[in-house]
């Protein structure tokens, strides 16, 4: 937790008192919440697929999704932070090159003796590549829906919206590879005396980044929330006209 203080009164404060089960809430928490924001993203894509690839059963398939996907979600970081249950939260002195005083809240007799390190490198693994591959097949899907119709008929706003979706979903990507650079830098370099070992303090905000600077990149660049009125189907660039023209084309 390297957004605490680690000097002074928090320090003081961290020396009187044992090992116990609320700080190791405060940890819990924490990898909770980092897990979710990992995990979250990988709906935008899906989502939006959907609707591309079964315009005329989307709204079916997509509620299923958020009835069933989203409570899956939730409940799947306990999956990786199960071992802090019977775990004890500590104040812990940092190794090396930080100074004496410099102390975070970690964790000691979790189960199994597991940790989190291996756990958070092969979330980040697994759901940059789901995303994706989910994001190659929205795009496929896409530019198969837009060759079918005619230059005139392909309007502004689906052209805005498709560079909307590329915009987010390399910023996705990007801070997939950050936070996983960040860990690699913990997991091979903390406890050493090289400069890569300050890289732990960056790792959080980068999480927060994840979750905050991809939504707003998708809030800025989408026209949808650049007009005043829209339709909701305007998020997903796959308006009622947009499916009609593409529908009719088929035929």
């Known amino acids: 937790m390297t957004r605490l203080p680690s000097t002074g009164i ?3 404060w961290c020396a009187t008192i044992a090992p116990n089960h609320w700080l190791k809430l ?4 924490a990898l909770y919440f980092n897990y979710l924001a990992m995990s979250f993203p990988f709906l935008m894509p899906v989502v939006r697929f959907v609707i591309v690839a079964f315009p005329k059963s989307h709204v079916r398939i997509n509620t299923n999704i958020v009835r069933y996907g989203v409570p899956l979600t939730i409940v799947f970081p306990i999956c990786f932070t199960f071992y802090l249950i019977p775990a004890l939260g500590v104040c812990k002195q940092r190794a090396a090159p930080y100074p004496f005083g410099a102390i975070w809240i970690y ?3 979790s189960a199994f003796g597991l940790r989190n390190s291996f756990f958070h490198l092969y979330n980040l693994i697994f759901w940059m590549t789901v995303s994706v591959i989910a994001n190659l097949l929205l795009f496929y899907q ?10 005139a008929q392909t ?13 987010t979903t390399l910023a996705m990507i ?6 996983g650079s960040f860990l690699l830098m913990y997991i091979f370099y903390y406890g050493t005396t090289s400069y890569f070992s300050y890289a732990e303090i960056m790792r959080p905000f980068g999480n927060d980044l994840q979750t905050c600077v991809v939504t707003w990149v998708f809030y800025l660049t989408h026209p949808a929330f650049q007009q005043r009125t829209t339709s909701s189907d305007l998020i997903f660039s796959t308006s009622s006209s947009f499916r009609r023209r593409a529908e009719n084309s088929v035929f």
């Open 174 to 179: 990007a801070f997939y590879v950050t936070n």
């Open 155 to 167: 309007s502004g706003a689906s052209k805005k919206a498709h560079t909307s979706i590329t915009i």
């Open 10 to 12: 928090f320090t003081a």
């Open 26 to 29: 405060i940890l819990f928490f």
């Open 107 to 109: 964790y000691i007799n």
């Open 142 to 151: 896409v530019r198969r829906a837009r060759s079918k119709l005619i230059r």
